[in-house]
């Protein structure tokens, strides 16, 4: 087996089938939001790149909001490495951790405010924060400033 394939197809097919959207942090997270009034897309793509989409994005706002897997994108907390095809995997988790900080960079480059929480961190406390940002964002757009 080379370090550029998954240990086994069972192993392959069982990752494949994680939940890519729709995730119960996510899900958690706007139903807070919409409880409070807030209006947002869901996996919106990011504009100018392909295969890249924000979890939750107000567009008016530019503010785009990620709730990132402890395992898929390195939790320096709660992540955890596979020992099976090692390699492999710690090849294909960097890829992710990349790929995250490119689409952030992209974004604030565009003018987009970036909001990264961890699924583990508590959906209300997640709320408030992207709930203050999206204030913020509006009310400097409504004022005309850049931000």
């Given at each position: ?17 994680q ?16 409880a ?14 392909s ?30 490495q596979?020992k ?33 929480f ?13 709930e203050?940002?999206v ?13």
């Amino acid at each position: 087996m080379s370090p550029a394939e998954p240990s086994s197809p069972s192993v392959s097919a069982r990752m494949s089938r994680q939940a890519r959207r729709d995730t119960a942090p996510e899900v958690a997270v706007r139903k807070l939001l919409h409880a409070s009034g807030y209006r947002y897309r869901l996996n919106e793509r990011v504009p100018h790149m392909s295969r890249r989409t924000i979890d939750i994005a107000f567009t008016r706002s530019k503010v785009a909001v990620f709730l990132d897997g402890c395992f898929w994108h390195g939790c320096p907390d709660h992540a955890t490495q596979p020992k099976a095809n090692a390699e492999w995997w710690r090849q294909k988790l960097d890829k992710n951790m990349a790929r995250d900080a490119e689409t952030t960079a992209h974004l604030v480059a565009e003018g987009w405010t970036v909001l990264r929480f961890w699924e583990h961190q508590p959906p209300i406390e997640v709320a408030k924060v992207v709930e203050e940002a999206v204030d913020r964002e509006r009310a400097a757009r409504r004022n005309g400033e850049q931000t």
